[in-house]
């Protein structure tokens, strides 16, 4: 179930629990959300509010007909092993980074004598998410989804709440847009809110080889996955990421092979790393190594990227910013251009880039409140964050071709070649 901000779906979702429970004896239900201070100060308060029940500190409720209520947030769903649940409602599931709570859950949907086990969730839209994806991308045999704006129940709200609407939607068109239209293009704690395809992604295509090239590899060996772009940088100093390599689950030999065959010729250029990759913490021939070590084995020569995750965020994000006076040097006739462009060919680079997102600015039990993006499907942001933060300068004015293989001078040799001939 996917629903909107004013639409009452938190209530939809505790009445349905509610029913369930009481509609087959010994049911075991479980209402869960992904943060404990979320769980306990709206979930939780919500429940008591509409039902009238008291939630004990244990944090079960158990009815006249022997069900229970059990209320958990995200970091005690593990914890959940061989329990047989007949429903279970996930609130605010966008909340969650990806699906692996929910397939979790999925494998405990076996009670028996409660109907058809029956597992939901609430949520809001928020960009291309796991949700969208399992919803409305290739929504799998019974996975319903039920859409709704705040203006759907209109009827049922107060005038004066639709009438500031009007304000949000002047000032904060993003928010309305997702919370008040249930817009799927809009996507909450946006890093990198300049992103724009029209502008940002160019055709993939032969670059001088005068120009200064590099590269850039996350090794992520936790998760499995490898990361690594080509860049070059044009005359005018704009940077071009112009090919990727971005696979998982493979040995560092075949990594190695897969990088050689995407930088072709270019893999003797300087490749920047996540520093990471240069702790010795496994062990070869006797001795300590370290991924950095190994790539050097099979070829590949790295040197430490700046890993300062703030300053590289921004400085990434000021080349993304589109000067909108300044012609497009790639796309003919368009006026607007940021410092960095990407080409066609980056598939994971321009999946990651939109959906690179900040985690919610919540105060530690600390009283701290620290500022970070999501580590989460970032393999290709990352690789992108080494490369612009550690290029090389670029080469002076005087030897440089300024003219010479911009856009409009291959046009130029084209219309007169053609003429010639």
Known sequence: MVSAWGTGKTLCGI??????????????????????????????????????????????IRLSNGSVIMFRHGEELNTLKNINLGACLVEQAEEFDDDAQ??????????????????????????????????????????????????????????????????????KPSVYNQYVMNSWDVTSGK?????????????????????ETF???DTAVASGTFAAGLFRVDPHGNI???GEYYEKGKLISEHCQGIKQMAGPNIDKTWWADPSAFSKTREKLGRLYSVADELQDYGIIVFPGENEVNA??????????????KSHPYKQGLLGSPRLFICECCVNLRREIP??????????????????????????????????????????KQQLKPDRYSYDWIQRQMQHEEAVA
């Open 240 to 242: 071009i990421v112009c």
């Open 215 to 217: 590269g850039a590899i």
């Open 15 to 60: 009445l349905r629990i509610l029913r369930l429970c009481e509609e087959y004896p010994d049911n075991l239900a479980l209402v869960c959300r992904r943060e404990f201070t979320d769980l306990r100060d709206s979930t939780i308060k919500d429940f008591e509010n509409y039902t009238g029940i008291q939630v004990p500190a244990s944090k079960d």
């Open 312 to 325: 590289g965020i921004n400085r990434v994000g000021e080349y993304l910013k589109v000067n909108t006076s």
């Open 191 to 211: 890093i990198y809110e300049a992103w724009d395809e029209k502008y940002h992604v160019i055709p993939h295509e032969e670059r001088p080889d005068w120009w």
């Open 102 to 171: 929910w397939f979790i859950l999925f494998g405990r949907m076996r009670r028996k004598n409660c109907g058809n086990p029956s597992l939901f969730l609430i949520a809001n839209t928020n960009g291309n998410n796991w949700v969208k994806k399992l919803w409305k991308d290739t929504p799998a045999k019974g996975y319903e989804c039920y859409e709704a704006t705040t203006f759907d129940n209109a009827d049922v709200l107060p005038e004066s709440f639709l009438d500031s609407l009007e304000t949000l939607r002047l000032q």
């Open 355 to 396: 959906l690179y997102r900040e985690v919610p600015n919540k105060i530690s039990d600390r009283g701290e409140r620290k500022w970070a993006p999501y580590k989460h499907e970032d393999h290709a942001v990352d690789f992108l964050r080494y490369g612009v933060m550690s290029r090389p300068i670029t080469p002076e």
